[in-house]
């Protein structure tokens, strides 16, 4: 059985994971913690409950905005005409022991959900991300993200209205 937990550099073994890509095991490995403590990005974990301390995948979310001419015409529309509040997904990673089974869409959703709890509390009309690569950028599309206008590899999902 899975869970979702916030990143507890005491209990989660950082060190033993590897996603193939060597900035995003970086990143956990050596500066989640950190940037979690100083309140720059809250990092979530997912585990199997019976192996605790492995993270089977990962994803960091903090506050943005987004410049409203990024998003399409339709979406334009519907907004005003200055910088909107959002929130980024500034990493999301799998264990590459866990790749291909379904963490990837799992992290996702745990994403949307915990920006759709602090949208009841704090104004955000969309969840950003940037992908690192075109691989990232359609995974993220198959997922319903939408390419901004004026760079594909930064993705929006408007989070409803």
């Given at each position: 059985m899975?869970?979702?937990?916030?990143?507890?550099?005491?209990?989660?073994?950082?060190?033993?994971?590897?996603?193939?890509?060597?900035?995003?095991?970086?990143?956990?490995?050596?500066?989640?913690?950190?940037q979690?403590?100083?309140?720059?990005?809250?990092?979530?974990?997912?585990?199997?409950?019976?192996?605790?301390?492995?993270?089977?995948?990962?994803y960091?979310?903090?506050?943005?905005q987004?410049?409203?001419?990024k998003?399409d015409?339709?979406?334009?529309?519907?907004?005003?005409?200055?910088?909107?509040?959002?929130?980024?997904?500034?990493?999301?990673?799998?264990?590459?022991?866990?790749?291909?089974l379904?963490?990837?869409?799992?992290?996702?959703?745990?994403?949307v959900?915990?920006?759709?709890?602090?949208?009841?509390?704090?104004?955000?009309?969309?969840?950003?991300?940037?992908?690192?690569?075109i691989?990232?950028?359609q995974?993220?599309?198959y997922?319903?993200?939408?390419?901004?206008?004026?760079?594909?590899?930064?993705?929006?999902l408007?989070?409803?209205?």
């Open positions: 899975f869970e979702e937990q916030i990143l507890d550099k005491n209990l989660h073994n950082r060190k033993a994971f590897s996603s193939g890509v060597k900035e995003l095991d970086e990143y956990i490995q050596h500066f989640a913690a950190q979690s403590k100083k309140g720059i990005a809250v990092v979530r974990v997912l585990i199997d409950i019976s192996k605790p301390n492995t993270i089977l995948g990962y960091s979310l903090s506050a943005a987004i410049n409203v001419a998003f015409e339709r979406t334009m529309q519907n907004l005003p005409h200055y910088p909107v509040p959002c929130f980024r997904m500034g990493r999301l990673a799998t264990d590459l022991a866990w790749r291909n379904g963490i990837g869409k799992l992290l996702i959703g745990c994403a959900s915990q920006c759709l709890k602090a949208k009841k509390h704090v104004g955000a009309y969309a969840l950003i991300v940037d992908a690192k690569s691989q990232a950028q995974f993220y599309q997922y319903g993200f939408i390419a901004c206008i004026d760079d594909p590899k930064t993705l929006y408007p989070l409803g209205i």
